[in-house]
């Protein structure tokens, strides 16, 4: 069975920081671009940000400069490390995972930006 387990979510004053964890299991996400989305209240799923299976990143533009999105093989694991938080950065944010056709989602993680 695959599984994209998040955590790190929390809530965080403005100006902070978090990181965000998806661990895997049933899969090696060595083989998966890898990817973060959040989905605020009342809007669409959104992406973030993603890293290739090589390594390569992007950022959507809001969060250029302030997230870094990394990968550690060994522990099956993807992280997003998030700085300099905004009010705006509030929403739940899911790891994805594609590869070769298949596609998972974890269950998310809530990111609350609040003073």
């Known amino acids: 069975q695959v599984q994209l387990v998040e955590s790190g979510g929390g809530l965080v004053q403005p100006g902070g920081s978090l990181r965000l964890s998806c661990a895997a299991s049933g899969i090696f996400l060595s083989i998966y671009a890898m990817d973060w989305y959040r989905q605020a209240p009342g809007k669409q799923r959104e992406l973030v940000a993603a890293?290739?299976?090589?390594?390569?990143?992007n950022y959507a533009q809001p969060v250029k400069g302030r997230f870094t999105i990394s990968r550690d093989n060994a522990k099956n694991t993807v992280y997003l490390q998030m700085n300099s938080l905004k009010p705006e950065d509030t929403a739940v944010y899911f790891c994805h995972g594609a590869s070769r056709g298949y596609n998972y989602w974890g269950q998310g993680t809530q990111v609350t930006v609040s003073s």
């Open positions: 890293i290739s299976i090589g390594g390569n990143t």
